[in-house]
């Protein structure tokens, strides 16, 4: 291995490292080893002094390689490879060790800790002596944009960059733009028509001369990067190519069938129906039991689907809130009438929810309490001398008594969740998903709405459960971004690709079919594959299947990881001078 | 038993008084700081649940809220304004009203026009008694100038006409004693109570009549003093009166370290004293359990507050020889006390004293089977 | 100066653990022998020459110029002559793939010394050994004290034991490749940079191959070559036999794929791969056409011997190099 | 075997694996300090070779985490990383090296506490196995 001229950096970050890691030591181990000509420990190695800590060294040590020990790479390794660039070397001769997140942070002996620290940093040393310099390509970015999903999410989003004189393409899978909130009544709060604002957006959209919508499409493949997307979507059959450079997919959320839950007799009992069937009778402004009566008693069951373990663990926000405007809607309708709020907790959290729920509290409205972990409420058929036509076996916890519920129509407050075709839009266009199939932003508090695929922003619902104020304050936080992106006018992306080398492939095609992205394809008259770099995202598959080590993935090479293997596990060549000192 | 919910229920408490039913969230402060709380009963909370659930039965069968002494406690630190201490109130009427088979209570709780009109009909007609048998009324005085208050109409049929008067509310009240019992020994969450325990624990009754033991575990022992001087009085003045009227309403007039009049003294001053406390709190709404006056307790209050006023003047004028003063306002005396005790105490708000410690009697009787039911058990296990 | 007085090469051919095949590989150039006799002097060819050892140890260091030792380093004769020839040679050439990989002799690195021994002297079915008797590398008799070389533990590589200038793969090295790197050096032409691979190519075998190959390498079972009826078109992997082509050098002109049998990798890895058998694992898992574990498993099942299969002839010089033997694990 | 603290090599994805470690380390979740983790672009990226080198370097188990199965980023990575380490688990074995020392597991991006509980299972797994012996065995040849 050719010697190289390595410069390593520990950054305490504050005491989040050095509390738990003796850095110093650290520091000083590392520089006696070979190709180390400098090792420096400080505070904040992010910090504007600690990068021009290591632009001086580049200078005046004429370093050509740069290892440093901080937190996550995920955070911090683009400033970093800034402050390389701003040394004037390539920004890929740099290799970073996570010793917060993967040491400092989750360990509690501080030996330990310092051993497996200094670990990582002689693995990250022995690696990036492989590095290789690599150029980013800067490409110019497409002003327009998609958008996957018509909903309020999507409009919004959609008429904001619209607005902002960028070109649009609206894609729905639906034949109608609208989403779930098309099939709301009222909205909470308070209680004023969805339609009365949803309508006024869909028209606004469909007429607005920058957005080009397609409803009843679907998005199968998206190809390129930021900036310069590419798919294929048509209305009725005549197919049309779209060029755009962001993508905004605000595709929604869907509702559970709580037909699984036998104890609540969903299918069975005719007058039991889910909150979307109840929100349609609200909207045909006639609500009545099957047989075409109206209730005398109603009753609403909570969490039907959200936070249980065995279903969906997490809280569908908008229930509650919304059970309670049925509640009052109820109550107007039929002031005389029994009405029921059977919850598990009462989780009105939104801006004036909990006001909604003390206001409805006064309106003659049962509130009974059940544990989920112990009962769930078990709906019935009343016999015929009841005065209703079901009835609710329920554990009331406030009492500790299990009570009967008298009920003509019971109202499922059903969970919300990912759309079954979640899985697909993020293959398109390159989104992670959590276990329950929304899609995970990039940072939860610091990136909410990008995703890491650059390029691509996730706004509403299909990101997680959430009520409309929130949808459209991530619509338009996404169009800010795009439009930020496109008035920077262009974007420089990795080149971490893979590299087929023509020298020893020998055109078995054993890569081809492995590719994701179908960027690998067979060049007959050479008799090797080759590698289309604008689709490649570097997974690096084709890397480890190709037989004849003919293929590199860039910046993460056998011969890089391999090294690092080494490092980690070898106490590292300590240099001749030192080796002489030592015995001094 | 039914334990359907009933959401039609508090409407007809709101007619013993309820204010509001669903302001209590069970935030669980009350429950925190009653003293009478124990681990297995959430005291207030359990009876007010219960109400906003309408669960009658249970309610019934329940001896909550008699064990309540009101106070005040929890609806001074009711975060919600729930005045848990007032639904106790409200419940304990509606309780009587249950126990009630006459269906009067009910009638005098939720109407005014019946209690008023019961009241004055019971005054009239003992006034008309009086008119009707035309007394002999003899102006003369005695030897050491008293007046001779008996002649106004023989001891004798005044004697049974209080016998008839006890007999008849001694039967109701212990026909509706019975009924109480029964809801609660065969009501809901009823326990087999062995027969040997009645009479081990029936000094209870006895002990907490007299002492009033609960409430004195109560914060403001003032209002537990009180409320026993008035009780104390009222029992022993009612006892005098309906059991020893011969030896207490004589001609001759004693000295006065004579046992019959420094009973007397104590049972008018204890009532006295006990009654101005209650009045003054309740025009001041000086402590909780006097914010809401419901027509009963005014009415009852007053009526014996004018009962113990006539009973006083009585008294002296006889002494200082004021023969029809006397002779009148003991007439007007009657006409309060009469329809007082046969209101009052077996269909209103005084048929609590009777209430009350056989309900403490009942839950310890209760409590007292458990134990001996969960003993009975581990002997069995272990055998 | 002319060819004619330019002074001969001395050529030596020696053979450690090997089955001979590379010595009669060196005879298998025919008439050509003539040419690399017109050129060179064999000092040393146990298989075709009489010369002693002691007459290797008289020759003064570097009097030969090339020395082909092939077969591997099983006993310590074998690490002996290795050693002495290296002293003597100008250039060590490690020929054929026991001397570069450890070859087939290499697979007695899934056993060691004992359960060898065992198994041939002790437990197999055609032998009598009451007394289990296993040789001993010194043994005292009343004429005398008998030496034979020890029987190593492990099989190693030429490299192991002493350092080479070249490797030329094969079992047996394809001779016409043989004699173009012979004719080179004689013709005292620049050499390639030592410890780089001779003989063979970069590519590996698919380049040569002649079969048709497509980019659908599905297989939901694997078959012994006999299994299936080879149209002699389609590329083995395709057919789901396992072929070592892709992960082996090529050069040996895909003699065994001409003639329908998959390649084995005797040729060894091409320039990058440090594992043949690892990558070609790695390549051939990936073709597997399912996302089922158990599925997966069983599809894998139809390899028996998946260690012997992929590392064939590179076992000594494969990452782990040898099997762990069972009785070592008590040691610790 | 009481006090060995085995040297477990981890290679995990960028996406969510490593994703899943940091946010362990983020929510300051503790768990086993004999985990070295190795980042890869995705579980396909990771070659059999990376995992012999690791044994071979004396590291005494390996890890391997991708995301969840349908959840890769790359779409089906995590798929191929599956395939290969069962050729992996069936070779170890072969070779006499007990095939409890490597695991591949599933973390998704929101599972930092399952990779600390992974870390911690995965570290009693090899330490009950005791040291790898692969180092010095090739080490030292007889």
Request: with cysteine; glycine share 8%.
């Amino acid at each position: 291995m050719k010697d190289s001229r390595i410069g390593v950096y520990i950054c305490w970050c504050g005491t989040n490292i050095a509390k738990m890691v003796d850095v110093e030591k650290i520091a000083e181990d590392i520089g006696r080893l070979e190709n180390v000509v400098i090792a420096r420990n400080y505070k904040y190695m992010c910090s504007d002094p600690g990068q021009d800590l290591i632009i001086k060294d580049i200078k005046e040590h004429e370093l050509d390689r740069v290892v440093v020990a901080a937190c996550s790479p995920r955070i911090h390794e683009l400033t970093f490879r800034k402050a390389l660039e701003n040394a004037g070397l390539n920004q890929y001769l740099f290799e970073m060790a996570n010793i917060r997140e993967h040491v400092s942070w989750v360990h509690t002996d501080r030996e330990e800790a310092t051993k497996k620290a200094a670990d990582l940093v002689r693995a990250a040393l022995k690696r990036v002596s492989y590095h290789e310099p690599l150029d980013k390509l800067s490409v110019a970015i497409n002003p327009a944009t998609l958008i996957v999903g018509g909903g309020v999410a999507g409009m919004s989003a959609a008429f904001r960059l619209a607005e902002a004189g960028k070109k649009v393409y609206l894609v729905e899978k639906e034949a109608d733009l609208g989403g779930q909130a098309a099939r709301l009544d009222l909205s909470f709060p308070y209680l004023n028509t969805v339609s009365s604002f949803l309508q006024p957006l869909i028209r606004k959209v469909k007429e607005h001369k920058n957005i080009k919508v397609f409803t009843g499409q679907s998005i199968s493949e998206i190809t390129g990067y930021v900036g310069n997307f590419k798919t294929t979507t048509g209305i009725n059959g005549k197919l049309e190519d779209l060029e755009f450079g962001h993508i905004i997919v605000a595709t929604g959320l869907s509702n559970y069938d709580p037909s699984p839950f036998k104890n609540y007799g969903y299918g069975r009992l005719p007058d039991v129906i889910t909150s979307i069937e109840f929100e349609k009778m609200l909207r045909s402004g006639n609500i009545k039991c099957s047989d075409g009566k109206p209730p005398r008693h109603i009753a609403i069951i909570h969490c039907v689907g959200s936070r249980n373990e065995n279903i969906h663990e997490y809280c569908s926000r908008t229930c509650c809130a919304t059970a309670l405007k049925y509640a009052n809607q109820l109550r107007a309708t039929f002031p005389g009438a029994g009405i029921y709020d059977l919850y598990a907790d009462m989780r009105a959290f939104s801006k004036a929810c909990e006001e909604l729920y003390t206001k409805t509290s006064t309106k003659d409205v049962m509130f009974l309490m059940f544990d989920p972990e112990r009962s769930l409420p078990e709906v019935k058929q009343a016999g015929w001398k009841d005065e209703c036509n079901m009835l609710i076996d329920m554990h009331e916890i406030l009492s500790g008594e299990n009570v009967e519920v008298p009920a003509d129509m019971v109202i499922l407050m059903t969970a919300v969740e990912a759309q079954k075709d979640a899985k697909d839009i993020a293959h398109a266009a390159g989104i992670s998903m959590c276990g329950n199939h929304f899609y995970i932003e990039k940072h939860p508090k610091l990136d909410p709405v990008a995703t890491t695929t650059d390029g691509v922003f996730i706004v509403g619902t299909c990101q997680g459960p959430k009520d409309i104020p929130e949808s459209i304050t991530q619509a338009w936080a996404a169009a800010a971004r795009v439009l930020a992106g496109i008035s920077r006018g262009t974007v420089t992306v990795e080149v971490t690709t893979a590299v087929v080398n023509e020298e020893i492939c020998c055109g078995c095609q054993t890569c081809i079919s492995v590719c994701p992205y179908t960027a690998i394809s067979f060049n007959e008259e050479k008799n090797v594959s080759e590698v289309n770099e604008v689709l490649c995202k570097g997974c690096g598959t084709c890397g480890s299947t190709c037989p004849t080590g003919a293929i590199r993935s860039r910046h993460f090479t056998d011969m890089q990881i391999l090294s690092q293997i080494e490092g980690m596990l070898n106490e590292g060549k300590v240099k001749e001078t030192h080796k002489i000192l030592e015995e001094a | 038993m039914n334990n359907r919910i009933d959401t039609t229920l508090k409407a007809d408490l709101k007619k013993f008084g309820l204010q509001s039913w669903n302001d209590c969230f069970h935030c669980g402060n009350c429950t925190a700081l009653c003293p009478l709380t124990e681990d297995a009963n959430l005291f207030p909370r359990n009876s007010i649940r219960t109400m906003q659930m309408g669960l009658k039965d249970k309610l019934m069968s329940g001896v909550d809220p008699w064990l309540c002494y009101y106070c005040g406690e929890c609806s001074d630190t009711c975060p919600r304004d729930a005045n848990p201490g007032e639904v106790m109130m409200t419940l304990r009427r509606y309780l009587t009203s249950l126990y009630d088979w006459t269906g009067l209570s009910k009638k005098f709780y939720t109407s005014k026009v019946w209690e008023l009109g019961a009241i004055l009909l019971l005054g009239g007609m003992v006034v008309l008694a009086f008119a009707l048998f035309f007394p002999t009324i003899n102006p003369e005085l005695t030897a050491d100038g008293g007046v001779r208050i008996n002649s106004i109409m023989p001891l004798q049929w005044i004697e049974w006409a209080d016998w008839t008067m006890g007999i008849i509310v001694a039967g109701l009240l212990i026909s509706n004693l019975m009924r109480m019992y029964y809801k609660i020994a065969f009501g809901a969450g009823a326990v087999r109570i062995p027969l040997a325990l009645y009479f081990k624990e029936a000094w209870q009754l006895a002990f907490h009549f007299s002492t009033q033991w609960k409430f004195s575990k109560c914060d403001g022992k003032r209002y537990w003093l009180w409320h026993w001087l008035l009780m104390s009085g009222y029992t022993i003045m009612f006892i005098l009166i309906m059991v020893f009227l011969p030896w207490f309403q004589t001609e001759e007039i004693f000295e006065v370290w004579h046992p019959q009049r420094l009973l007397g003294y104590y049972a008018t001053f204890g009532l006295l004293f006990g009654l101005t406390a209650v009045i003054i709190g309740r025009i001041r709404k000086s402590n909780a359990k006097f914010k809401f006056s419901h027509v009963s307790d005014w009415l009852f209050i007053v009526m014996l507050f004018l009962t113990v006023l006539t009973g006083i003047l009585v008294h002296f004028f006889r002494i200082y020889g004021m023969p029809m003063a006397t002779y009148y306002l003991y007439v007007a005396h009657l006409a309060v006390l009469v329809p007082m005790i046969m209101i009052e105490v077996p269909f209103s708000k005084w048929s609590h004293l009777a209430y009350r410690p056989f309900a403490i009697y009942f839950a310890n009787l209760r409590k007292a089977a458990m134990k001996y039911h969960e003993k009975t058990e581990i002997s069995l296990a272990t055998t | 100066m002319d060819k004619e007085n330019k002074e001969k090469l001395k050529l030596a051919v020696y053979w450690g653990a090997a089955c001979g095949g590379c010595c009669v590989s060196v005879l298998d150039v025919h008439e050509k022998l003539l040419d690399i006799v017109a050129a060179a002097d064999l000092v040393f060819w146990p298989i075709a020459l009489d010369v002693k050892y002691a007459d290797v140890q008289k020759m003064p260091e570097g009097h030969i110029d090339v020395c082909l030792f092939n077969g591997a380093i099983r006993n310590s004769e074998n690490e002996l002559m290795a050693v002495m020839l290296r002293q003597k040679s100008k250039i060590m050439v490690a020929y054929g793939a026991c001397a570069q990989m450890g070859g087939i002799p290499g697979l007695g690195n899934f056993h060691d010394r004992k359960s060898i021994f065992d198994r041939v002297y002790k437990d197999s079915e055609s032998t009598e050994n009451a007394e289990g008797i296993t040789p001993q590398p010194k043994y005292d008799v009343k004429e005398g004290r008998l030496d034979i070389p020890a029987f190593y533990n492990d099989v190693k590589t030429l490299r192991d034991v002493v350092c080479v200038d070249y490797f030329i793969p094969g079992c047996p090295p394809q001779s016409e490749r043989l004699l173009e790197v012979f004719m080179a050096i004689s013709s005292g032409a620049e050499l390639p940079s030592k410890e780089s691979v001779l003989g063979a190519l970069d590519k590996s075998q698919c380049d040569e191959c002649k079969r048709k190959k497509t980019d659908n390498k599905k297989v939901d079972r694997f078959y012994r070559p006999w299994e299936i009826e080879d149209d002699g078109e389609t590329c083995f992997l395709e057919q789901g036999v396992v072929c070592m082509g892709p992960a082996t050098r090529g050069g040996c002109g895909v003699r065994c794929i001409e003639g329908n049998a998959p390649c084995r990798g005797c040729y060894g890895p091409p320039p990058d791969v440090t594992d043949p058998g690892a990558k070609m694992m790695s390549a051939i898992a990936t073709m597997i056409d399912s996302n089922d574990e158990e599925e997966i498993t069983e599809i894998m099942a139809s390899i028996d011997d998946i260690a012997g299969t992929f590392y064939r002839f590179s076992l000594p010089s494969s990452i782990l190099r040898r099997k762990l033997m069972p009785e070592v694990v008590e040691v610790d | 075997m009481a006090n060995f603290e085995p040297k477990i090599v981890a290679f995990l994805c960028n996406w969510c694996s490593y994703t899943g470690a940091d946010l362990a380390g983020t929510s300051r979740m503790k768990y086993a300090h004999n985990i070295r983790i190795i980042r890869v672009m995705c579980s396909g990226r990771v070659d059999p070779t990376f995992v012999l080198k690791s044994l071979r370097e004396g590291a005494d188990g390996v890890l391997i985490c991708g995301c969840h199965p349908g959840d890769c980023h790359y779409h089906e990575g995590n798929y191929k990383c599956l395939r290969r380490y069962e050729f992996i688990k069936q070779y170890l074995t072969e070779m006499g090296i007990d095939k409890k020392r490597i695991r591949l597991d599933w973390i998704s991006a929101s599972e930092g506490k399952q990779f600390a509980e992974l870390a911690d299972a995965m570290t009693e797994q090899v330490a009950e196995l005791g040291p790898c012996r692969v180092r010095s065995i090739m080490e030292n040849v007889t």
